[in-house]
């Protein structure tokens, strides 16, 4: 794709709300559009909020220097839920990113610019963030591939942060095939998955998980994993009480004194929300960074001998903007694999309506093997 018409596309879509921000980089090589929580050099770093310094960032971070350095054009700064503190990117500051397949619907957050631009041609790939399903979720609400990768495999310096612990980044992007080349570009390591066939993959459903999906993501949910084995995991709530433990102590230390500081300036529902996360008490915070540790530990056992686990991403269609969603609508089944840091991929499963998204979860550091298997379920299913 060219610059230019990647800023056509821009333009014709503007109401979708993706962007924050633009360049007026020119390139030969891939058109990448970045969540506006990283840093871009010259571009305000507003993580999608009126709180932080509106002062140009005076350099890039690592993974932009690195995705220049391969040739990438930094096309713009992508559009978000405020902090990257919410799954649904109904931002009062910069507006709603609504989703490319209903303008009336949410894109999902909270990197919802940058999966709206892949899912609208407005770019090549975008780079997005993800501490408990932010590129997860929104991946599965508009129809694009999302890359969670193994905590660490990204380096986040020059990311405004939420969670030192969980937070990661990876790539959003219209197929496998695409992705896999983004988080070449983002590590600076070359990736090789394995061909793989999809009748010859070993894929597993967790037990007991699925019997909460709204109507039109459950009947993709039973097509899609009928006849497969269902293993026991770690229980789910447990996993999701301990990650948004870590997550919402992390956060308070991170960005919790502007609730005293800037109240008026942040969005309610992220005021809220870090107004709780100052009350975590510490030794919960340290009793659920231990049991984090466990958690990976059983998971990486039950995974033992399977090539990827399925799970739904979300357990609804993407809601309507303005519309009250509980937060574990979108949330409960992303964010078990934040607190292991397993790598994910979100692939869009066949649907005749709204897009729903299905993980892949594979095993800790097998991000190239779960590519492989993303590839082979994605040729079956188109």
């Given at each position: 794709m060219h610059t230019r018409e990647a800023a056509e596309r821009i333009e014709a879509y503007a109401e979708v709300g993706a962007f924050i921000s633009r360049t007026a980089e020119e390139s030969a090589g891939p058109v990448v559009a970045v969540k506006d929580?990283?840093?871009?050099?010259?571009?305000?770093?507003?993580?999608?909020?009126?709180?932080?310094?509106?002062?140009?960032?005076g350099r890039d971070a690592p993974v932009v220097a690195r995705i220049r350095h391969a040739g990438c054009a930094v096309i713009g700064k992508t559009n978000l839920h405020e902090l990257a503190l919410g799954p649904t990117s109904e931002n009062p500051h910069?507006?709603?990113v609504r989703n490319p397949h209903d303008r009336n619907r949410v894109a999902g957050g909270s990197s919802g610019g940058s999966a709206a631009?892949?899912?609208l041609g407005?770019?090549?790939?975008?780079?997005?963030?993800?501490?408990?399903?932010?590129?997860?979720?929104?991946?599965?609400?508009?129809?694009?591939?999302?890359v969670k990768p193994t905590t660490g495999t990204v380096d986040v310096t020059g990311t405004v942060p939420v969670s030192h612990t969980q937070d990661t980044l990876g790539p959003l992007a219209p197929d496998v095939a695409t992705a896999v080349r983004a988080l070449e570009l983002m590590t600076?390591?070359?990736?090789?998955?394995?061909?793989?066939?999809?009748?010859?993959?070993?894929?597993?459903?967790?037990?007991?998980?699925?019997?909460?999906?709204?109507?039109?993501?459950?009947?993709?949910?039973?097509?899609?994993?009928d006849g497969l084995p269902r293993i026991r995991l770690p229980d789910r709530d447990r996993l999701v009480?301990?990650?948004?433990?870590?997550?919402?102590?992390?956060?308070?230390?991170?960005?919790?004194?502007?609730?005293?500081?800037?109240?008026?300036?942040?969005?309610?529902?992220?005021?809220?929300l870090l107004r709780e996360?100052?009350?975590?008490?510490?030794?919960?915070?340290?009793?659920?960074?231990?049991?984090?540790?466990?958690?990976?530990?059983?998971?990486?056992?039950?995974?033992s001998g399977w090539d990827a686990l399925l799970v739904p991403a979300?357990?609804?269609?993407?809601?309507?903007?303005?519309?009250?969603?509980?937060r574990a609508e979108l949330t409960d089944y992303t964010r078990p694999f934040s607190v292991t840091g397993h790598p994910v991929v979100t692939l869009p499963a066949p649907s005749a309506g709204l897009p729903v998204g299905i993980q892949l979860v594979g095993h800790h550091g097998g991000d190239e093997e779960l590519l492989g298997v993303a590839a082979a379920l994605e040729r079956a299913w188109r």
């Open positions: 929580v990283v840093d871009v050099a010259g571009q305000v770093t507003t993580a999608g909020s009126v709180v932080l310094p509106a002062v140009p960032a910069f507006g709603v631009a892949v899912a407005m770019c090549d790939w975008a780079v997005g963030s993800d501490t408990s399903g932010s590129i997860r979720i929104p991946a599965a609400l508009c129809g694009v591939v999302g600076g390591v070359r990736l090789a998955p394995p061909a793989r066939r999809a009748r010859n993959l070993r894929l597993v459903v967790p037990d007991g998980w699925g019997a909460d999906l709204d109507p039109p993501t459950a009947e993709v949910w039973a097509a899609v994993t009480a301990t990650g948004s433990t870590i997550v919402m102590a992390e956060a308070a230390a991170r960005h919790g004194r502007w609730v005293s500081e800037a109240p008026d300036r942040l969005g309610a529902d992220v005021r809220e996360a100052c009350t975590v008490p510490r030794a919960r915070y340290v009793r659920a960074l231990f049991e984090a540790g466990v958690l990976r530990t059983e998971l990486a056992a039950a995974l979300t357990r609804i269609v993407a809601p309507l903007v303005g519309a009250p969603v509980a």
